[in-house]
């Protein structure tokens, strides 16, 4: 059984509306370490979590007590497991090709039936239309994935057809309007821009000032001719997620010697609440 099963409080709760009370574990007496514990430094060591590493087995080979993982969860606020913690590398593969399925066009307004041209936004979902094959007799169509007006970047799904780096595409605006795009650049949606950075990995705005004055950066359009400055590093979906796994892979870890004081300290918590 479970520490928390043990010694959290419980409640008498009505769970179906039916007048019947069922005793329940009090999860809304939710339990952080205090701000002046987590700062006494000398009580922490630092962990970098393995490939495969669980709060579980955490704790399970540091405080020989396997359900004492919500300990190696509290020490570093970790309110979900699933966000907040490194994944392993077949979860995160999962986890990217769910989030950045499809293309990505990277494309330019060329019409808007009815109006002079301007940038539009495109309603997930959306219908996209692009060039019949003469020699399949398919025309290629889409649905849009998700669309970024910063970057002009359309991500579709669904693909039927062949959409190809100069052709013409067609869709609705989410204002009702036609909108014929053309297509500068395709990539795998996961292989796509993020962001772009310096060569010390800083950020760098796309459309910010240039050392020339007077003169904007468009970083983008470079990205879509292929042209982008060598001083500037281009980083993908896939490896912005990368990044972003490895920063949770650093975690602070109470020494085990610590770990009784805190359970006496968090008993009279819990006894206070009952």
């Given at each position: 059984m479970?520490?928390?099963?043990k010694?959290f409080?419980?409640?008498?709760?009505d769970?179906l509306g039916?007048?019947n009370?069922?005793?329940?574990?009090?999860?809304t007496r939710?339990f952080?370490l205090r701000?002046?514990?987590?700062?006494?430094?000398?009580?922490?060591f630092n962990?970098?979590?393995?490939?495969?590493?669980?709060?579980?087995t955490?704790?399970?080979?540091?405080?020989?007590?396997e359900?004492?993982?919500?300990l190696?969860?509290?020490a570093?606020d970790i309110?979900?497991l699933y966000?907040?913690w490194p994944?392993t590398?077949p979860?995160?593969?999962?986890?990217?090709s769910?989030?950045?399925q499809?293309?990505?066009?990277?494309?330019?307004?060329?019409?808007v039936?009815?109006?002079d041209v301007?940038?539009?936004?495109?309603d997930?979902?959306?219908?996209?239309t692009?060039a019949?094959?003469?020699?399949s007799?398919i025309t290629?169509?889409?649905?849009?994935?998700?669309w970024?007006?910063n970057?002009?970047?359309?991500a579709i799904t669904?693909s039927?057809g062949t959409?190809?780096?100069g052709?013409?595409?067609?869709i609705i605006?989410?204002d009702?309007?036609?909108?014929?795009?053309?297509?500068?650049?395709?990539?795998d949606?996961?292989?796509a821009?993020?962001h772009?950075e310096?060569?010390?990995?800083?950020?760098?705005d796309?459309?910010?000032?240039?050392a020339?004055a007077?003169l904007?950066?468009?970083?983008?359009?470079?990205?879509?001719?292929?042209n982008v400055?060598s001083t500037?590093?281009?980083?993908?979906?896939?490896e912005?997620e990368?990044?972003v796994n490895?920063?949770k892979?650093?975690?602070?870890?109470l020494?085990?010697?610590?770990?009784?004081?805190?359970?006496?300290?968090?008993?009279?918590i819990?006894?206070?609440?009952?």
């Amino acid at each position: 059984m479970s520490y928390f099963r043990k010694n959290f409080p419980k409640v008498r709760y009505d769970t179906l509306g039916d007048g019947n009370r069922k005793t329940m574990i009090d999860i809304t007496r939710a339990f952080k370490l205090r701000d002046e514990v987590k700062e006494q430094g000398t009580i922490f060591f630092n962990y970098i979590v393995k490939d495969g590493d669980r709060p579980d087995t955490i704790a399970s080979k540091l405080y020989d007590q396997e359900d004492l993982h919500w300990l190696v969860l509290a020490a570093n606020d970790i309110q979900s497991l699933y966000h907040e913690w490194p994944k392993t590398q077949p979860e995160l593969d999962k986890y990217v090709s769910k989030k950045y399925q499809g293309s990505s066009l990277f494309v330019t307004t060329t019409s808007v039936k009815g109006q002079d041209v301007s940038r539009k936004s495109f309603d997930v979902g959306s219908h996209v239309t692009g060039a019949y094959d003469e020699i399949s007799g398919i025309t290629a169509e889409a649905k849009v994935f998700s669309w970024d007006g910063n970057f002009d970047e359309l991500a579709i799904t669904g693909s039927t057809g062949t959409f190809t780096q100069g052709d013409s595409i067609q869709i609705i605006s989410s204002d009702g309007l036609l909108v014929t795009e053309s297509i500068d650049k395709i990539v795998d949606h996961t292989d796509a821009l993020h962001h772009f950075e310096d060569s010390n990995g800083n950020y760098i705005d796309p459309f910010g000032a240039t050392a020339s004055a007077g003169l904007q950066a468009d970083y983008v359009q470079n990205y879509k001719d292929n042209n982008v400055p060598s001083t500037v590093s281009i980083r993908t979906n896939r490896e912005y997620e990368d990044d972003v796994n490895e920063s949770k892979r650093s975690i602070k870890l109470l020494q085990s010697d610590f770990v009784e004081p805190i359970l006496r300290d968090l008993g009279g918590i819990f006894s206070n609440g009952r």
